[in-house]
């Protein structure tokens, strides 16, 4: 590492006192025993160098931004180069790194796909009327109360205001289900006490990892391979011969991440769940860290779900003291515990190498694979990282076996799916479905389109348009990538004939250009010239041949040159969007 | 009589095992731990490549260099994609000239290439064409910082490929001065808060400077002879020769225009320095001819 | 003799090292690219542990700094040793087969116990067994050390003293394990090497050993005087007693760099005859009878030098000297020539071809291939591939044929120059990274860094001095004193200040240094003086404020 040169110092004692808080002045990388004698060096350096995101966190909740005497003073606890602080600072949307000369909350509202259609831009200025800071934003987690906020505390807590009803009543949310019978992943949602170990216990909790210990490491997995379990998180992998590479590495510390940062635009089926049913999450990362053999769980969640980490860590608090999480497990001798991380705001941070740069304290940008995670994952060690949905179904799977659990389903897809509607539908929010359902008959479970239907987006902004004519689309994995879409995080927006697509569509290709972490050219560069192609389009009302031919060239590049994908899938929507005719006035 | 007796001996000299690939349909043994790119060179196909440099780790981010390699969804890095026994690649498919071409592209119609030869001959020969985007795009538009007698930065040609900041960091120089801030488009290399080199962590190894490939970094001296229309690159010699600073044996290659040393770099193949200098390899030549 | 001649490993073997001594070194400023080497070993996971007076920059590497007081090495060196045997941590075998004088030695550092060392070097009894635990236990061990071990009237023993820790332990003779002394100057390796040096011929050859010198008579084809010359420090004595009157400096700069400079120059001055050949007009030149302007060695002419790993590497002419600078070579054939000696060829390839024919150690290292990068010595011919590393045939059956290597029992005895009540604070010296030695070289171009000679002091001692941050003071030692500013700075211990030598034209420094010297190797101490602060009390302007 580096013999820093930090600027003079000019940090507060208040700034100083929450960097302290994360990290004590006596456990900093470098350390005076004595006069004479000073403790530091490179391992010491990079053991601490995860605590950077935190520490920034701190910063930017004390003063309302990362001040340069701030991130010298916590660069200097942790010995992270000054210019990467910087780096590190610049690449999250909660972070601002000049002086925003004002001492009031900000209000992030979201700008993206329900939220812009449902009067988004109008609630920003309400709250500019009112003499509130507002930040126009990407999508929250909130589609289906859109429009949503979030507001970033000063000298108060983040926090979101549709959850006060839930804050007040812990047992009082309901989906639009509640109560009904089908339900296996969220069952107890709305029913258990999500702030009291005792109340999961009350709803059949811990049963599940109780019984994993008890067939041990390989039969869960084969449990979980015959249940054909697919990921959630969008690239549908296998979740047991990702849990089978990490079991199988010896000898060096290994780790399970939940990725709960749940970014995708249209997606806030993780925030529901941890909300009410935190403890579930706790119980199907820990089986999934004793069954891969990891000591070290971590739940990376998005710095806008307030609530939900207040809950989570209030979970982990209770799992703790009651010996669920620590060194001996449930008695099993098995040690694991869990860290909580938030994000900053970067969509990007949901891809999973990225997070895990996040997570060390470096700039969310993705890594090249190979090697993959389960051999080169967080802090270079074995990884399993998963989407909570699919965590929750390891609950379900174990439940009731592998092998009955295959039998729900499609053909293909099995087990239950959640599905995030939102849009121009009647009852907007979470559904649990088995995989193979058709599109329209999960429309009509949501009450129906408001009004006459003109296309529907699936998988969020990294998804394609598909047309009514797809209505008895069957929402399995095979169907769908048949046809050419992609259910990705079970992203379904509705968008009827009233909607202007061109501002949608262009609204959807600022997302990318805002997120992209800008690391590999064709994305950098794809995402810019792409937006601005589109926005050319808005002002002449068409497309041409030639700017067609481009943003096909551009597509291409993107998907098949990139590193990740963001890249790969950041012209999906707007292809499909020109495909339909809903932009573009193309034959 | 004194003697001191040799030694010869370098540990984990076993015999090296090697990994056959079949490019473009012909077969091509390369070493375990090889590259494609390694595999391409050996097999006489000149790959482009601008993130990519001998001395740094890979960073792939440009993807200039990729290739296909059947059995991947997506094209590969071939800088830092290791060869593996069996893989079939092809180096000049429609979707590889397709994927070089629009790199080029996007590189072109975003920063002034106009001092990097290399890239531009990779541009006609992939037949980019940076006339065919909007007008009024977004382009790298930033002061040049000159903030010193040694350095200028010129941000205008700026591909960020990472190459000065992995040479300020743990390739080499381990200052780590700079970074890349920001996100997206607005990517910036720059130190924190963006205040000058001289208030930064930067020790003017001029390490950065060595591995620029567009002339976004450039030393002074020769940025001053660019101004006054005297840098002439085509007559000067480059000379090997060793540091006469300390004892650590730097290789330097002196510049020379008009009996003059105009720059000082360093083989980046040498055991010794892999490219790198100090500050006084670097720029204490100019006591020379005094 | 083991221990001498050359850094015992190549730099390419710190990247592999376990466990680094980095001894009085701040190579991270003075041998940068280096260092580069070792914090790639620090990257693969080496841990480091860094002895220095001050917390230099290379210091904020380490993994445990230990700012021993300037001068008590070998109270530290030996109760190390001491720590490492009573931890039953020695390399018993290696000790057994490769050395001798093991017995005498461990009863010598037997007194070193980590207490008494603590109270010696101000350094607590658990650092010091740390660093004893971790050199020892470490799979690869090195030990670098450059003027912080050397710039003191001990010199030689300082270096022995670390000697005995590698034979302790075998650290020594095998890849990646090893002793560095990191060479200050580009070629002083090679003028070693090439036999400049008092007693010895080139190759370290020797000049009393009759077999070695009838060889280079047979050679040169005349006889050569069997008797060893004398040091830089002997020289000035000399000159003292009025023995030495003529004198011929070629690229040294003594009236500058001589410690208690002020004598120096007296001397220098007071000679009959003094000749100077340097590329600058140095301080020393301007003291000159006669000045030979010689070309840039590296840039205006052919040869080689030697780094301190051993390396010959071709420097190589690109420029044409200006004026009249001749080549060193011209200048001393022609004087040959006045002298009425003809030394032949000035071709430099002929001459190093010459050399190689007297020098085992070079033998093998033909222009053609030292090409390529380079070759390290030893490299006794045309198809032997250079040596990485010395002193393997420590691990060989029979020793390859040699006498064990010797410890050797030294024992502390401190700074000459003892702090007093009227000279109450330590000065030491050393290098910034973007100046070189006295600055003649390196102020010929402008650092962006460069933040001028001052006088580094801990705010303690500043503030109870009742001194400002910059504040323009007379530093005074019992030789002489000068003016210069303070600056205030956390990383040096109280008790002790700091400052480079780059500037003589604004701070005089080595007015304050102590010639004390050591009797082998002829080092001055520069690192130890005893000094004293004073406010002044009407300042004088600055020139230019
Ligand atoms: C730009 C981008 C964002 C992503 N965001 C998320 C996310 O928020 N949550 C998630 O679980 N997976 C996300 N992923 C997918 C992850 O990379 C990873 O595949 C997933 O977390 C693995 O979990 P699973 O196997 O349980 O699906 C994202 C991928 C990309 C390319
Ligand atoms: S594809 Fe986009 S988001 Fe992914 S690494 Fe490249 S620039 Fe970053
Ligand atoms: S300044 Fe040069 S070396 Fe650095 S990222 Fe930009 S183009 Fe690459
Ligand atoms: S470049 Fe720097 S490290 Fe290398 S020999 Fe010259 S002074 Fe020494
Ligand atoms: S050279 Fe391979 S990605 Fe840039």
Known sequence: MADLKLSVDTSTDAERAVVDAVIAPADHAVVYETERVVRGGTERRRERRHLLLPGLHALQAEAGWISPGGLNYLCGALQVPPAEGFGVATFYELFRTTDPAHGQSVHHVCMDTSCHIAGAEALARSLEAEGERVHRGPCIGQCERAPAQFIQGRAEPDRVPADAASIADPTSYRLPQHGSSKLRLLHRVGVVDPTSLQSYHDHGGYAMLRYAIEIGSDAV????????????????????????AVADERGRPKHVIANADESEPGTFKDRIVMENDPFALIESLTIAGLTVGADNGWIYIRGEYPLATTRLRNAIEQCRIAGLLGDNVMDSGARFDIELRRGAGAYICGEETALMESIEGYRGEPRNKPPFPTTYGLFGEPTAVNNPETLLNVLDLLEVGGDHYRTLGSERSSGHRLFCLSGHVRVPGLYEVPFGIALGDLIDL???????????????????????????????????????????????????????????????????????????????????????????????????????TLIDDMATVMRDASICGLGHTASGAVQSAIRLGLVGDRP | MTTIESDTHAEGESAVESVTVRINNNDVSVARGATILDACTASGIDTPTICYAENLTPVNVCRVCVVEVTGNRT??????????????????????????????????????????????????????????????????????????ELYIRDYDKCVLCYKCVEACGDDAQHTFAIAVAGRGFDNRVSTEFDVVLPDSACVYCGNCVAVCPTNALQFKSEFDLRRSESWREEEQTVTTTVCSYCGVGCNLELHVQDNEIVKVTSPVDHSVTHGNLCIKGRFGYQYVGN | MFGAGGGTVSYAEIEEADVILLWGSNAREAHPIFFHHLMKGLDNGARMYSVDPRRTSSSKFADLWLGIDVGTDIALANAIAREIIHAGLANDDFIIRSTRGYEDFAAAVEPYTLDVAAEITGVPATAIREVAHAYATGGKSQILWTLGITEHHNAVDNVLSLCNLALLTGHVGRWGSGLVPLRGQNNVQGGGDMGALPDKLPGFQRIDDDADRTKFEAAYG????????????????????????????????????????????????????????????????????????????WAESDGTVTSSERRVQRVRGAVTPPGEARHDIDIIIDLADRMGVDLGTNEPEALWD??????????????????????????????????????????????????????????????????????????????????????????????????????????????????????????????????????????????????TYHFPDLVDINKLTNDAWDKRSGTSEFKAAAIRIDKIDFPIPMAGS
């Open chain 1, 446 to 548: 949501a009450g129906g389109s408001t009004g006459m239907t003109r296309a529907v987006l699936l998988g969020g902004a990294a998804g394609v348009f598909v047309g009514p004519d797809q209505l008895d689309l069957e929402l399995s994995l095979e169907a769908v990538r048949d046809a050419g879409a992609t259910l990705g995080s079970g992203v379904i927006t509705l968008f009827d004939d009233t909607v202007d697509f061109t501002a949608l569509v262009l609204r959807i290709a600022e997302f990318f250009k805002n997120e992209s972490c800008g690391q590999c050219v064709p994305c950098r560069v794809g995402v810019t010239r792409q937006h601005e192609v589109l926005v050319e389009m808005a002002a002449n009302g068409a497309l041409s041949d030639e700017r067609n």
């Open chain 3, 222 to 297: 005349m006889g050569l005087n069997p008797t060893p010359g004398i040091h830089l420090t002997l020289m000035f004595e000399a000159m003292e007693r009025s023995e030495l009157t003529a004198v011929y400096v070629v690229g040294e700069n003594p009236a500058d760099s001589e410690a208690d400079v002020d004598r120096a120059r007296a001397l220098l001055s007071g000679l009959d005859c003094l000749v100077v050949q340097d590329i600058f007009l140095t301080r020393t030149a301007q003291l000159a009878d006669v000045v030979l302007p010689a070309s840039v060695a």
């Open chain 3, 354 to 499: 010459e050399l190689r024919s007297l020098s085992p150690l070079h033998a093998g290292m033909s222009y053609e291939r030292l090409e390529a990068g380079g070759l390290q010595w030893p490299c006794p011919s045309l198809d032997h591939p250079g040596s990485p590393f010395l002193h393997g045939w420590l691990w060989a059956d029979d020793l390859g044929g040699r006498a064990p290597a010797p410890f050797s029992v030294v024992e502390h005895e401190g700074p000459k120059e003892q702090l007093t009540e009227e000279f109450p604070l330590r000065l030491t010296t050393g290098r910034s990274l973007d100046s070189y030695n006295t600055g003649v070289q390196s102020n010929g171009f402008t650092s962006p860094i460069r933040y001028g000679e001052a006088l580094d002091i801990n705010p303690v001692d500043g503030e109870s001095l009742g001194l400002s941050d910059g504040e323009r003071v007379r530093v005074s030692s019992p030789r002489g004193s000068v003016e210069m500013a303070v600056r205030f700075q956390f990383d040096i211990p109280i008790g002790l200040t700091f400052t």
């Open chain 1, 221 to 244: 997995i084969d449990e979980v391979k015959s249940a054909e379990l697919l990921g959630r998180g969008g690239a549908a992998f296998p979740t047991a011969v990702k849990w089978r």
């Open chain 2, 75 to 148: 094209l590969v890095p071939s800088c830092s994609r290791l060869a593996e026994a069996g893989m079939e690649i092809q180096t000049d498919s429609d979707r590889v000239r397709h994927s070089r071409k629009m790199v080029l592209e996007f590189l072109g119609s975003s920063v002034d290439l106009s001092q990097a030869p290399e890239i531009n001959q990779y541009s006609v020969r992939y037949e980019a064409d940076v006339t065919r985007y909007v007008d009024d795009r977004e382009v790298i538009e930033e002061p040049i910082r000159i903030q010193d």
